[in-house]
């Protein structure tokens, strides 16, 4: 069963790439940086730091739905927070 964050996460986050070019899912990403900042994350370095120790535990997997995560680099993180519609966010 998917996690209530995350369907209001997909329902209002719009997915910046094509499809086609599309490696990441916004949402989930936005989703793990949420997890990360609650569970201590002050900054975007912990939050990389944070996911890229934790989001491939069976755990949060199996709580995704998912068989496997593919966590973006720092730099690419940080795009995210960049392109994230804040007001898209906001409404969430």
């Known amino acids: 069963m998917e996690p209530e964050l995350l369907k209001i996460l997909k329902e209002h986050i719009s997915e ?34 944070w996911m890229k120790a934790n989001a491939k535990r069976k755990e949060i997997k199996k709580l995704l739905g998912v068989e496997f995560i593919r966590i973006p680099g720092r730099s690419r993180l940080y795009d995210f927070f960049e392109i994230v519609d804040k007001d898209e966010l906001e409404t969430a």
């Not at 094509?18 to 370095?45: D, E, H, T």
């Open 16 to 49: 910046q790439a094509r499809p086609q070019g599309r490696q990441y899912s916004l949402p989930v990403i936005m989703f793990l940086s949420i997890i990360a900042i609650l569970m201590g994350a002050k900054n975007p370095i912990e939050v990389y730091k």
